[in-house]
């Protein structure tokens, strides 16, 4: 037996090692040359070594199907999104010979090591226990103080970094939302028809955040110090902030997280620039973000830890309602979490599902009845079209020959059909958007609507293509992101004072805090937290798990993350990070709530074990 796996563990180490070491770029059929990367040869002698004696002593198990089946997957997401990324589309993965032998060689590989490396990954979960500890440190951080002592650390690690952006990292969405405010010249100017022309605040952006923003640095501008103003927005910001990550420390007590996981937690908390630079933000992803995990911080306490109080109940419903004022895709977020709620508490159905209910009917009314008092317009239809949009670009710039005067006529009754070829950008839907005619008829948008799904059904790969190559950048762990806006200063907005009042005194500073982390993405193991791949697959990975073992209920605290990934599938922009912020921000508490989830599971099937054997 031990003379078959010392076999199987060469035979899977050259198999892992050919696919790491094959280069997948398209080679035609009388051209054998260019398919090994160019890394020196050492490097794969070393990595086989290490495959090999860690697979050689690995101790034999059953096949995890499980592992299999989800290795499988990302195998074959491995190589669809390299050549969607290189080549618009996956064809070039079965073109010819070379390919599809390149293809082969590469999916078992990255199958062997996907597996392994699940395999190795939640056998690693089950062995994080909590333990008591007799470190002073820990306790009073942890057990004793575990918010106050968070907030503290939180605070006094973000000192520096809002001294260095000062006064604050002003985004384009925010200052269109002050623009709004002030009814100066925006860019949703050009895709609205404004009710009322003297307001200028639209549901474009969150109607409700324009305002908070407004008020506050109005009121500093009218005493004469708009760039305090700015530096206000931002301090208000990165307390409320470091309240939620504070809570979430504290929830960590309470699901009795290993004390080397609740560290690591308080680290990225307090110094990862994706959460430290992103507090000093000026745009409405941010506090969504927050108040997205302090929502998963809500249902895991009444849904896992069965604190079902009035108190709760409360906290969830205020919480969901300032989710849903946020952004427009918190309210789709609630909707699916409330529901969810009612669901799962059949039993009193009848007060509970009224209670769940009333953020939704309050957004509604907020929405349908007191913007529109107020001169809110609603934001442009366009934005809930992104991905058709790009999918008739993409048609119109591979098969405009094949399309009819009438379809012609009906596409360019929504978006201006003379520029879509040359505006048409694979990965970014906003170009195509732009064409945009916001005086459209009712009857023109139908017959868009008509002409889309006729031309799905005459080359549906066309659609497929467009929908992969607007979706990659989410999967690809190639894709390094920086994961933060840094505010850039040569760029301007505007001609007005906003862009005046936010230049920052720091750039130097600035520019050697960001050559940091920049370089911190190539670092092994964390470099992974400023990936957006490692977000979407692992929040997929868990939930499949979570399926499979039937944990339906505990699934409920994974929503919002869940419905933002959904959203990141259908939006303008391939691999955009602030996009995915919901989900960066409640993944630690999530894969911790995961591995509390695993550990619980698996000590009761240890219990029931050991009672059938002492009763045996």
Same mark, same amino acid.
């Given at each position: 037996m031990k003379n078959k796996q010392k076999i199987l563990a060469l035979i899977i180490s050259f198999f892992i090692l050919f696919a790491l070491a094959i280069n997948l770029k398209y080679v035609p059929d009388n051209y054998a040359g260019n398919i090994k990367n160019k890394l020196p040869g050492m490097f794969y002698l070393i990595l086989y070594i290490g495959l090999y004696n860690l697979l050689s002593k690995r101790k034999s198990k059953k096949i995890n199907v499980f592992n299999l089946i989800l290795s499988f997957i990302l195998s074959i997401s491995y190589i669809a999104i390299y050549f969607?990324?290189?080549?618009?589309?996956?064809?070039?993965?079965?073109?010819?010979?070379?390919?599809?032998?390149?293809?082969?060689?590469?999916?078992?590989?990255?199958?062997?090591?996907?597996?392994?490396?699940?395999?190795?990954?939640?056998?690693g979960l089950d062995k994080i226990r909590f333990k008591e500890t007799k470190n002073k440190i820990i306790k009073f951080v942890f057990e004793e103080h575990p918010f106050i002592s968070s907030f503290i650390i939180i605070i006094l690690c973000y000192i520096p970094v809002m001294y260095i952006f000062y006064p604050g990292v002003m985004m384009a969405d925010g200052l269109d939302v002050l623009r709004q405010y002030y009814c100066n010249t925006t860019a949703t100017n050009f895709w609205i028809n404004f009710i009322n022309p003297n307001v200028c605040i639209n549901t474009h952006h969150s109607a409700f955040y324009a305002y908070i923003l407004g008020l506050i640095y109005d009121l500093f501008n009218n005493l004469g110090h708009p760039t305090f103003g700015i530096f206000m927005m931002v301090l208000i910001q990165v307390v409320l902030q470091a309240l939620v990550l504070s809570y979430t420390i504290k929830l960590l007590k309470k699901l009795k997280t290993n004390y080397i996981v609740r560290t690591i937690i308080l680290i990225i908390f307090s110094i990862s620039q994706l959460f430290s630079i992103n507090a000093v933000g000026i745009f409405k992803d941010i506090p969504f973000s927050f108040f997205c995990l302090l929502l998963t911080d809500f249902l895991i306490e009444y849904v896992y830890l069965k604190e079902k109080t009035k108190k709760k109940i409360i906290e969830i419903l205020l919480c /969901? *309602? #300032?989710?849903?004022? !946020?952004? @427009?895709?918190?309210?789709?977020? +609630?909707? %699916?979490?409330?529901? /969810? *709620? #009612?669901?799962?508490? !059949?039993? @009193?159905?009848?007060?509970?599902? +009224?209670? %769940?209910?009333?953020?939704i009917i309050i957004y509604v009314l907020y929405s349908s009845i007191l913007l529109p008092t107020l001169g809110v317009t609603k934001g442009s239809v366009r934005e809930m079209f992104p991905l058709p949009f790009q999918q008739i670009g993409r048609y119109v710039t591979y098969y405009e020959d094949e399309l009819t005067d009438e379809e012609i006529e009906y596409i360019s009754g929504v978006l201006d059909y003379s520029q879509i070829k040359e505006k048409y950008k694979p990965q970014n839907a906003d170009y195509v958007?732009?064409?945009?005619?916001?005086?459209?008829?009712?009857?023109?948008?139908?017959?868009?609507i008509k002409v889309y799904i006729k031309l799905f059904f005459k080359h549906p790969g066309v659609y497929i293509n467009a929908f992969f190559n607007m979706t990659s950048k989410y999967f690809d762990f190639d894709n390094l992101s920086e994961m933060v806006y840094y505010y850039p200063n040569k760029k301007t907005y505007g001609e007005d004072h906003i862009v005046e009042d936010s230049t920052q005194l720091h750039p130097r500073m600035i520019g050697y805090t960001k050559a940091f982390w920049l370089s911190t993405r190539y670092l092994p193991v964390i470099g992974l937290i400023f990936n957006i791949a490692f977000y979407c697959w692992g929040l997929i990975i868990l939930m499949i798990y979570l399926i499979t073992k039937k944990q339906f209920k505990n699934l409920i605290p994974f929503i919002p993350a869940f419905v933002t990934l959904l959203f990141c599938l259908l939006s303008p922009i391939n691999g955009n990070k602030r996009y995915i912020y919901p989900i960066c921000y409640c993944m630690p508490i999530l894969i911790a709530y995961f591995i509390t989830i695993k550990n619980l599971k698996q000590e009761k099937s240890h219990e029931k074990k050991k009672n059938f054997i002492s009763n045996n």
């Amino acid at each position: 037996m031990k003379n078959k796996q010392k076999i199987l563990a060469l035979i899977i180490s050259f198999f892992i090692l050919f696919a790491l070491a094959i280069n997948l770029k398209y080679v035609p059929d009388n051209y054998a040359g260019n398919i090994k990367n160019k890394l020196p040869g050492m490097f794969y002698l070393i990595l086989y070594i290490g495959l090999y004696n860690l697979l050689s002593k690995r101790k034999s198990k059953k096949i995890n199907v499980f592992n299999l089946i989800l290795s499988f997957i990302l195998s074959i997401s491995y190589i669809a999104i390299y050549f969607i990324n290189a080549y618009e589309t996956i064809r070039y993965a079965y073109i010819n010979y070379i390919q599809i032998f390149k293809s082969i060689i590469v999916f078992i590989g990255f199958s062997y090591l996907f597996y392994y490396t699940l395999d190795y990954l939640f056998n690693g979960l089950d062995k994080i226990r909590f333990k008591e500890t007799k470190n002073k440190i820990i306790k009073f951080v942890f057990e004793e103080h575990p918010f106050i002592s968070s907030f503290i650390i939180i605070i006094l690690c973000y000192i520096p970094v809002m001294y260095i952006f000062y006064p604050g990292v002003m985004m384009a969405d925010g200052l269109d939302v002050l623009r709004q405010y002030y009814c100066n010249t925006t860019a949703t100017n050009f895709w609205i028809n404004f009710i009322n022309p003297n307001v200028c605040i639209n549901t474009h952006h969150s109607a409700f955040y324009a305002y908070i923003l407004g008020l506050i640095y109005d009121l500093f501008n009218n005493l004469g110090h708009p760039t305090f103003g700015i530096f206000m927005m931002v301090l208000i910001q990165v307390v409320l902030q470091a309240l939620v990550l504070s809570y979430t420390i504290k929830l960590l007590k309470k699901l009795k997280t290993n004390y080397i996981v609740r560290t690591i937690i308080l680290i990225i908390f307090s110094i990862s620039q994706l959460f430290s630079i992103n507090a000093v933000g000026i745009f409405k992803d941010i506090p969504f973000s927050f108040f997205c995990l302090l929502l998963t911080d809500f249902l895991i306490e009444y849904v896992y830890l069965k604190e079902k109080t009035k108190k709760k109940i409360i906290e969830i419903l205020l919480c /969901s *309602l #300032i989710v849903a004022l !946020l952004s @427009n895709k918190g309210f789709y977020i +609630i909707i %699916f979490v409330l529901l /969810s *709620l #009612i669901i799962s508490e !059949l039993k @009193n159905i009848k007060w509970k599902s +009224i209670v %769940f209910i009333t953020p939704i009917i309050i957004y509604v009314l907020y929405s349908s009845i007191l913007l529109p008092t107020l001169g809110v317009t609603k934001g442009s239809v366009r934005e809930m079209f992104p991905l058709p949009f790009q999918q008739i670009g993409r048609y119109v710039t591979y098969y405009e020959d094949e399309l009819t005067d009438e379809e012609i006529e009906y596409i360019s009754g929504v978006l201006d059909y003379s520029q879509i070829k040359e505006k048409y950008k694979p990965q970014n839907a906003d170009y195509v958007k732009d064409l945009w005619d916001k005086d459209y008829t009712e009857e023109e948008f139908k017959n868009f609507i008509k002409v889309y799904i006729k031309l799905f059904f005459k080359h549906p790969g066309v659609y497929i293509n467009a929908f992969f190559n607007m979706t990659s950048k989410y999967f690809d762990f190639d894709n390094l992101s920086e994961m933060v806006y840094y505010y850039p200063n040569k760029k301007t907005y505007g001609e007005d004072h906003i862009v005046e009042d936010s230049t920052q005194l720091h750039p130097r500073m600035i520019g050697y805090t960001k050559a940091f982390w920049l370089s911190t993405r190539y670092l092994p193991v964390i470099g992974l937290i400023f990936n957006i791949a490692f977000y979407c697959w692992g929040l997929i990975i868990l939930m499949i798990y979570l399926i499979t073992k039937k944990q339906f209920k505990n699934l409920i605290p994974f929503i919002p993350a869940f419905v933002t990934l959904l959203f990141c599938l259908l939006s303008p922009i391939n691999g955009n990070k602030r996009y995915i912020y919901p989900i960066c921000y409640c993944m630690p508490i999530l894969i911790a709530y995961f591995i509390t989830i695993k550990n619980l599971k698996q000590e009761k099937s240890h219990e029931k074990k050991k009672n059938f054997i002492s009763n045996n």
